[in-house]
């Protein structure tokens, strides 16, 4: 089983359209949880950190559930520029100081 | 400003020779991280260091790879006797923090194709 594990899609959905993903992780000592997004042939860039309390970016919602270890995105009113790979990202302590885990992504097909 | 660099931006290596990825993170980040992204698939961590010292390198997956960062600041990225399951996208990230909690910034990534 890997660490973090996300539906790789791809999702195609309209313009305007509510969109939600989901990421699992297995390692309940995570500490730190962030979506990035990552165009195509482009390095990936943080779109927004995961809180307890949850959080909220204009369009973007992040839900954090610490008891059935998941995370959620969820895009309303999407717009073509939403196009793109969403990387589910888990940070853990460890022996060596911390380690960062990327799921494979959803990709994401906004469409006019 | 100026954000992370990788050089060369795309290498192709003949299966065997050795290749030396150049990373520049942005000035003053503590934390340089190494990931290998292969077509389809998120980063795969390879290696991270605080400062100049390597503190996890558990993600390497041979010992043809190695990885330094002798002065704090540039870090390199060297594959011996490349073979052609090495060829993917060599992606490096700084932070300007040392704990799980921060953004990592990442470079464009050093395409590498092996044949």
């Known amino acids: 089983r890997k660490e973090v594990e996300q539906d790789p899609g791809p999702f195609n959905v309209p313009e305007g359209a509510t969109v939600a993903f989901n990421c699992t992780y297995s390692?309940?000592?995570?500490?730190?949880f962030f979506w990035y997004r990552q165009d195509c042939r482009k390095e990936p860039k943080l779109l927004m950190s995961v809180y307890s309390s949850g959080n909220e970016d204009g369009r973007f919602t992040a839900q954090l559930n610490r008891a059935s270890q998941y995370i959620s995105l969820l895009i309303r009113d999407s717009k073509l520029s939403d196009s793109a790979t969403y990387l589910c990202?888990?940070?853990?302590?460890?022996?060596?100081?911390?380690?960062?885990?990327f799921g494979a992504g959803t990709r994401l097909f906004v469409k006019a | 400003g100026a954000g992370v660099s990788q050089s060369p931006r795309y290498k192709v290596a003949k299966r065997g020779q050795d290749v030396a990825l150049r990373c520049d993170p942005i000035?003053?980040?503590?934390?340089l991280f190494w990931y290998q992204q292969a077509l389809g698939q998120g980063p795969e961590f390879l290696t991270y260091f605080q400062n100049e010292a390597q503190l996890d390198k558990s993600g390497l997956p041979s010992d043809r790879f190695f990885a330094e960062r002798p002065e704090g600041s540039v870090s390199t990225l060297k594959i011996q006797r490349t073979q052609q399951e090495d060829s993917a996208v060599y992606l490096c990230?700084?932070?300007?923090?040392?704990?799980?909690?921060?953004?990592?910034?990442f470079g464009p990534g050093t395409r590498l194709t092996v044949t």
């Open positions: 000035s003053g980040h503590v934390s």
């Open positions: 390692n309940s000592a995570s500490q730190s």
């Open positions: 990230a700084s932070s300007n923090e040392i704990g799980p909690w921060d953004e990592q910034y």
């Open positions: 990202v888990v940070s853990a302590l460890n022996t060596g100081g911390f380690k960062t885990i």
